[in-house]
């Protein structure tokens, strides 16, 4: 299966989909990279493993920009798309045209801690536990099927980078096993786990 992996920053959740697709069986293949910040770090991580970039100038005007997005990965004739830290919200055209085909990670048990600093906002509200969730795209943030979930318990001496070092690892460990399933038709979506 012909993937686009979308970015925003650092990219760590790139690199171990890069890491597992060179194992033998993943069932997919990294066609393109496209960020929306010409600096990040994960744009080096693709080059590295050879993967074509694209930057694309994200605007307020979201329907545009998917439209370019869209654009881009018809060149790459690119069947799904991975969500890997990519901080943009798509419009509707891009779920219309990827249904249940765009995967997201998000550092939350969902529906809990939907948005941008959800392992921040764990820890404010002061919960034993949170964890990582994979799921579909639909039109909603942070929102649609879910396929996979793994919960963190919550130290009483939790930092935030404590959390956020922990939910990584799950994170990178999650999100090529969830890929691969899908790339190989063994996926089923789940009912979100209680907390
Ligand atoms: C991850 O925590 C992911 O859950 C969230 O953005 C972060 C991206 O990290 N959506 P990285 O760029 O993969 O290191």
């Keep these: 299966m012909k993937l686009a992996v ?5 990219g760590t959740n790139l690199q171990a989909l890069i890491d597992a697709s060179r194992r033998p069986g993943f069932g997919a293949s990294l066609e393109v990279v496209v960020c929306d910040k010409p600096d990040a770090f994960g744009l080096e991580r693709a080059v590295s493993a050879g993967i074509p970039t694209e930057v694309i100038g994200w605007t ?3 329907n545009a920009s998917t439209e370019r997005l869209l654009e881009i990965l018809d060149q790459y004739d690119v069947e799904a798309l ?6 943009r919200i798509l419009g509707p055209a891009a779920i219309s045209r990827f249904p249940n085909r765009i995967i997201n990670i998000h550092p939350s048990l969902l529906p809990d ?5 959800a392992i921040g906002a764990a820890l404010a509200e002061g919960v034993e536990t949170t964890g ?3 799921h579909f795209v639909d039109e909603e943030v942070d929102h649609g099927p879910i396929i996979a979930q793994r919960t963190v318990a919550v130290a009483p001496d939790e930092t935030r980078e404590s959390l956020a070092s922990r939910i990584h690892e799950v ?4 999100l090529p ?16 786990l209680a907390t």
Excluded: C, K, Q, W
């Design 82 to 87: 991975v969500l890997a830290g990519f901080m």
């Design 171 to 174: 994170e990178h460990e999650l």
């Design 132 to 134: 990582v969730t994979v």
């Design 6 to 10: 979308l970015i925003s920053g650092n």
């Design 113 to 117: 801690f939907p948005g941008y600093d």
């Design 177 to 192: 096993s969830v890929v691969s399933d899908f790339a190989n038709g063994r996926l089923r979506p789940i009912e979100p």
């Design 60 to 62: 307020s005007e979201r």
